[in-house]
């Protein structure tokens, strides 16, 4: 079925001078060969979690690795807890910061623009879905506290998404 519409699509763009190249997943394969699996990675920290899109997308390439992700929003972070049930992730419902404590967070409509700062009218300009809807107090926690006592190998992938 879906040939029936890109064959046309196709025809169109190449008349045009252009090709249509599947997208691959950034993550996987370079010239060298699978780069990730050469680091011998055993933990992923995921920090701004979000519902887990990067886990799903690390776990396709590195498989069952131990995964630590933070999400300070709670609905984000019961998605997050929800799309990562049958991986090997420990979910934990704070920010991470350089002192342990609370916060007010502006959360914004499309959850991603959510941020501990104001928005700028530029940014709800450019991007109305961005606009703040409500606010939540979250946990502060840090890193180094938190991870004390777990046994974490010294080969970490370190993820960061995080809105100040």
């Known amino acids: 079925m879906l040939k029936i519409f890109t064959r046309p699509v196709i025809k169109l763009l190449s008349s045009l001078g252009y090709d249509l190249i599947k997208k691959q997943n950034p993550f996987a394969t370079n010239k060298a060969g699978n780069w990730l699996e050469l680091l011998n990675i055993e933990t992923i920290l995921d920090v701004g979690a979000n519902e887990g899109q990067f886990i799903q997308l ?10 630590i992700a933070f999400e300070p929003i709670k609905a984000c972070y019961d998605k997050l807890v929800a799309n990562t049930k049958t991986l090997n992730v420990t979910a934990i419902n704070c920010g991470l910061s350089d002192i342990n404590g609370s916060s007010e967070i502006n959360i914004s409509q499309n959850f991603v623009s959510s941020s501990l700062l104001q928005i700028e009218d530029l940014t709800k300009d450019l991007y109305p879905d961005a606009k703040y809807i409500n606010k939540q107090i979250v946990e502060l926690k840090r ?16 993820k960061i998404c995080t809105h100040r």
Not at 59 to 66: A, D, E, F
Not at 143 to 158: E, F
Request: positive net charge.
């Open 58 to 67: 690390i776990n396709s390439v590195l498989p069952g690795k131990k995964i």
């Open 143 to 158: 890193l180094d506290d938190v991870v004390a006592g777990m046994q974490l190998s010294k080969n970490i992938l370190l």
